[in-house]
């Protein structure tokens, strides 16, 4: 599965070693893995990164796997709203009913065996409705043109090559233009769940900035904002 194609999930379990777990097992499976501890946790994710579906535990300290999926479908204005697969011990069919009623696409009792939880997220994938057939998104910066369908960058004549994680890094921050993303979620989508540090974020910047800059030290496009993170801004249609 490559980088381009490979769906973007969100785990949210309060259990660090499960919630591991699950996101090595699912990276194993060719899946792009972030994590959150809580639903607070979660919505940080959600305002910096773009995901395919969401893995969430409904028994959290805090605000409920219940709670936030209600409060998420009662904000969605998407036309292709966010899958949400509940994770729950409890079995009870009046608590299976309070979790699609609240808007999920599938609830899986724990425990549970991870061929399972494969097979309901790739079963909510193929449901999930796909973009409408259309022009290409491009976006434009400078001389270069991004194509984040094929995480392509590239001019009239030349194609940029990118390392892995420079079209990660690239891949991340083309999701969401303008936006802010901080270095904890730039790594966690860069790196596919590999551990990386603040420090190979800002080297991996700082290169790709050459590559797409005219002037990598005053640059136009991946801007650093300071205490925040980073934010690519192409030019305007």
Do not use: C
């Not at 499960?18 to 919505?43: C, H, I, S, W």
């Not at 969430?56 to 969605?76: H, I, K, N, Y």
């Not at 449901?127 to 369908?149: C, H, M, N, Q, S």
């Amino acid at each position: 599965m490559s980088l381009a194609l490979a769906p973007h999930i969100l785990v949210v379990d309060d259990d660090t070693r499960l919630r591991m777990l699950l996101a090595r097992y699912l990276g194993e499976q060719g899946f792009v893995v972030a994590t959150a501890k809580n639903a607070e946790d979660a919505r940080g994710k959600l305002k910096s990164l773009a995901f395919d579906l969401m893995v969430l535990d409904v028994m959290m300290p805090g605000e409920s796997g219940f709670e936030l999926t209600r409060a998420l479908r009662s904000s969605d204005t998407n036309t292709r709203p966010l899958p949400i697969l509940l994770l729950t011990a409890k079995g009870e069919t009046e608590d299976r009913i309070e979790g699609l009623e609240a808007g999920a696409d599938d609830y899986l009792m724990k425990p549970f065996e991870p061929r399972e939880l494969l097979l309901r997220i790739n079963a909510i994938l193929r449901r999930a409705p796909k973009p409408k057939a259309g022009a290409k998104i491009l976006l434009r910066l400078g001389a270069w043109t991004y194509d984040p369908e094929r995480n392509e960058l590239k001019s009239a004549d030349e194609i940029v090559a990118l390392t892995g994680m420079e079209a990660g890094l690239m891949q991340a921050l083309a999701a969401n233009p303008g936006q802010v993303i901080n270095r904890e979620a730039l790594a966690e989508r860069s790196a596919a769940g590999q551990a990386i540090n603040d420090r190979t974020i800002d080297v991996q910047v700082t290169r790709l900035r050459r590559k797409i800059e005219a002037d990598a030290k005053n640059p136009r496009y991946l801007v650093t904002v300071r205490g925040e993170g980073y934010s690519l801004r192409p030019d305007a249609e």
